[in-house]
């Protein structure tokens, strides 16, 4: 439940079945828009639901039920679990579509043949008219119901022209060629229905990893139960072979677990006691008794599932145009129609011209491209939360930087300490630990784990304040002590050796007690291996500006960026970053940022394409970041820029295609030189161009 300028808003989320194109999206979007109390819809294809904000004290679930079905699709029943599986299987629709395959060639065939031959003039006459009309209206029921339903609410869609062609058909006593239309209608509907189903493969299959039960403990006896019946804090246990259920800890055991399903990594990874684990990853070999601390839709699995079946509600510009564009080119077809009649008089080549035309490839070029590669993105580790942002990745031409736990690994280790005033080495790691104590930041833990390494006892600190980009304050003792970055401890002198270790890429914690600086902390990071080789691929890509923004010192950023050959900026705070993401926006540039998705995370909003990196597990850079990179590995950077130029190709394909087809069919047809029954026949020849297109993405590799 929300709230908005004072409103409780509640979000609905419901299956629709039956949608197929842009069109049933939007005639779905509004019949939900005109309920009473709505205020936002979101109608996504892809997962084929609609995810609705209503004012419950206005309307409900079962007014939205009647819209839907009044604008004539059908509301399923919610799945427990995670995501429902795919009720089609691969094989399954290989053989469905070779079945199709066979029928509609032999049809097509047929009728090319038997209008060649005047052999539907025989079959016209040796039939009698009432059999062809029963034939059609059998046929066409379906059909015929929804053109009612959206003519009644003032609506044109492509089966609106269809069924005229056909009526045009029956008026000139073509009753051979009228059944034809319908046939090839019901054929287009079908082509649609598996066209959409092929491209939302990759999402079915990400969700039928979905695990389906768990064994928890309960009153001292192990039960299976549903996955959604499983309560935060049970203890679950997973045998060898199983899928693990939740997102826990592991309180016992150890098993070797498969975590492709999450990161996209095919290399297991050893769990043990204190150990977290994800739902939907496998324990290979070993068993687990695992705490839960998120089931269902809350676990890291289940907001992934989430976040791409939504990601289709963040259209591109692209998308958008395509979708104006075909709510404007079925009048343009009535008008090209009405002139052909006007012209020539003809009301079979009239026909034609409302046959042969497929507003719905428009609608479908962009949307099937950006679901099968978001789909197929999400298998492989890559979390992309709209086809607007791999369009933004397509024409990106700035690549923007974080070093600590991005382009190092977020390990560093305190490798020297000297010591002023007399303070010797043990007591200035014991302050600087005591006061990072309850610091997230990788150079605290540092800290702690090096005083950790020399056993030193911490002590409790007080009044604990964490300042974002310079370093931490406490009491410790009754002593305040600060523990930061140069720019924390202003007015304080340099230091011998300072400038020689910064140099050197290492960096500096000042340590200071009341006041008095007694000590400093040098702190060195590792640099990524990958990382050298995969900014080299992004430049291949045609990015041309890679910059380095830290927080570090300036010799610290100028060693970490001569070894990669980029640009640097350095003692930046987190509003600096922002800063210098506008400041390249408002030259025209299209800036992409990788972060941690933590200390970064206000720069990845900023930035037209914020990439979190490593965000396995974590909720805060799953939320913050455009892309989410479930796993700490730079390879996907360039991959994530190959897939968003492979998809944008894709899409202007498809466009390209869609547009010289029906140019060439509503030529063809206004001239007279196409037959209603081809015309009828050719027009699902764009839904499976498309189909056929978009499917690459499917495949594509890394």
């Known amino acids: 439940m929300t709230k908005r300028n004072g409103i409780q808003r509640k979000k609905v989320e419901v299956r629709v079945q039956g949608m197929d194109c842009a069109d049933c999206a939007r005639h779905v979007k509004d019949a939900i828009e005109a309920i009473p109390g709505v205020a936002e819809v979101e109608v996504l294809i892809s997962a084929q639901k609609a995810v609705v904000l209503i004012d419950p004290a206005k309307a409900g679930l079962a007014e939205i039920c009647r819209a839907v079905e009044g604008a004539g699709y059908s509301i399923t029943e919610p799945e427990d679990g995670v995501a429902a599986k795919s009720p089609f299987g691969a094989k399954f629709t290989r053989q469905i579509l070779t079945l199709f395959g066979i029928v509609f060639g032999a049809v097509l065939f047929a009728a090319v043949v038997g209008e060649w031959l ?17 034939v059609i209206f059998a046929g066409g029921f379906p059909v015929f119901r929804n053109v009612l339903r959206a003519t009644v609410k003032g609506r044109i869609t492509s089966h609106t022209l269809m069924t005229i062609g056909m009526m045009a058909a029956v008026a000139v006593g073509e009753w051979a060629a009228a059944v034809l239309v319908v046939f090839f209608m019901r054929v287009g509907d079908y082509v649609e229905t598996f ?47 199983e899928k693990i259920p939740v997102d826990g800890e592991v309180l016992s055991g150890q098993a070797t677990v498969d975590q492709a399903t999450i990161t996209g990594e095919s290399m297991p990874v050893e769990a043990g006691a204190g150990a977290k684990v994800f739902a939907a990853t496998i324990a290979r070999l070993g068993s687990l008794r695992v705490r839960a601390l998120k089931v269902g839709a809350d676990t890291t699995f289940g907001r992934v599932i989430k976040l791409v079946e939504e990601a289709e509600a963040n259209r591109g510009e692209v998308q958008r145009l395509a979708d104006r564009f075909s709510g404007y080119y079925l009048p343009v077809v009535m008008v090209v129609a009405l002139l052909t009649y006007l012209a020539g008089r003809n009301p079979l080549a009239t026909a034609a011209v409302l046959v042969v035309v497929c507003s719905c490839s428009f609608a479908l070029a962009t949307p099937l491209a950006m679901i099968a590669s978001i789909g197929a993105g999400a298998r492989r580790g890559l979390l992309i939360k709209g086809g607007k942002y791999l369009e933004a990745l397509n024409r990106a031409d700035v690549l923007l930087l974080d070093k600590t736990g991005t382009l190092t690994l977020g390990r560093p280790r305190i490798s020297d300490v000297v010591t002023f005033w007399k303070t010797s080495e043990e007591e200035v790691l014991i302050l600087a630990a005591s006061a990072e104590r309850y610091s997230e930041h990788p150079l605290a833990a540092a800290v702690r784990e090096r005083a950790g390494e020399l056993g030193l006892s911490l002590h409790e600190s007080e009044r604990f304040e964490a300042i974002p980009g310079l370093g931490v304050r406490a009491r410790v003792d009754g002593r305040l002590v600060e523990v930061g970055s140069r720019r924390m401890i202003q007015g304080v002198a340099s230091f011998p050796l300072e400038g020689d270790l910064e140099a050197q890429g290492g960096s500096v914690l000042y340590v200071v007690c009341d006041g008095r600086v007694v000590g400093t902390l040098i702190a060195s990071d590792t640099l990524r291996p990958e990382v050298p080789e995969s900014l080299a691929s992004v430049r291949r890509l045609g990015v041309r500006t890679i910059e380095l923004l830290t927080g570090d010192n300036e010799a ?33 540039h299209t800036v992409v940022m990788v ?52 998809t944008m190709g894709v899409v202007r394909l498809n466009l390209l295609f869609t547009a010289f087809y029906n140019l060439a069919g509503l030529s063809l047809a206004a001239l007279g030189l196409l037959p209603l029954t081809l015309a009828a026949a050719l027009q699902s020849l764009p839904d499976l161009g498309i189909l056929a297109n978009s499917s690459r993405l499917l495949r594509q590799k890394e």
Request: hydrophobic fraction near 50%; charge should be negative.
């Open 118 to 134: 005047g052999l539907f003039e025989v079959a016209t006459q040796k039939v009698p008219w009432p059999l062809w009309l029963l």
């Open 195 to 241: 066209t959409a189903e092929r491209a939302r493969r990759a999402l079915k299959d990400l969700t039928a990893m979905a695990p389906q039960t768990a064994r928890v403990e309960r009153d001292g006896a192990e039960i299976e139960v549903p996955v959604a019946e499983v309560r935060v804090g049970e203890t679950v246990i997973v045998r060898p072979g």
């Open 556 to 588: 610290t950023a100028r060693a970490v960026a001569a070894q990669l050959g980029i640009g640097w900026r350095a003692n930046l705070l987190p509003e600096d970053k922002i800063s210098i993401v506008r400041e390249y926006q408002a030259r025209g």
């Open 595 to 646: 972060g941690d998705g933590v200390n970064d995370a206000p720069a990845l909003a900023q930035a037209d394409v914020g990439i979190a990196m490593g965000a396995a597990g974590s909720d805060i850079a799953i939320e913050a970041a455009h892309v989410a990179l479930m796993r700490e590995d730079w390879f996907l950077v360039p991959q994530l820029f190959a897939i968003a130029r492979r």
